[in-house]
């Protein structure tokens, strides 16, 4: 059974970091490009974050570039979302997901493989 688990969420002041990590039973992530996906209450769930299978080549959404940075470690089978000067808008349940091509990292709906998510709650 393919797993993935994010932890790692929780409350933080604004101007706080927290780093959610994403391990995966089932899958080796090695193979899969691995993002990091965002929902608000009331919103559309958005990319985050991206990395490609050597950890190589990051993306991020213009929202969080400069504050967060995702990376793995593909000896852990394991990537994670560190996310530094927390703002009340990053507050969101926050979901990893793989897939197996690097094209359209931005898109969920090219995602098949999703986490149950971490919620993460920024004070002001």
């Known amino acids: 059974q393919v797993q993935l688990v994010e932890s790692g969420g929780g409350l933080v002041q604004a101007g706080g970091s927290l780093r959610l990590s994403c391990a995966s039973s089932?899958?080796?992530?090695?193979?899969?490009?691995m993002g990091w996906f965002r929902q608000g209450p009331g919103k559309e769930r958005e990319f985050v974050a991206a990395?490609?299978?050597?950890?190589?080549?990051?993306y991020y959404a213009d929202s969080v570039k400069g504050r967060f940075t995702i990376s793995r470690d593909n000896a852990k089978n394991t990537v994670y979302l560190q996310m530094n000067s927390a703002k009340p808008e990053d507050t969101a349940v926050y979901y990893c997901?793989?897939?197996?091509?690097?094209?359209?990292?931005?898109?969920?709906?090219?995602?098949?493989?999703w986490g149950q998510g971490t919620q993460v709650i920024v004070s002001s």
């Open positions: 089932g899958l080796t992530l090695s193979n899969y490009l």
């Open positions: 990395i490609t299978r050597g950890g190589g080549n990051t």
């Open positions: 997901a793989a897939k197996s091509l690097s094209s359209k990292y931005n898109s969920p709906a090219l995602y098949p493989y």
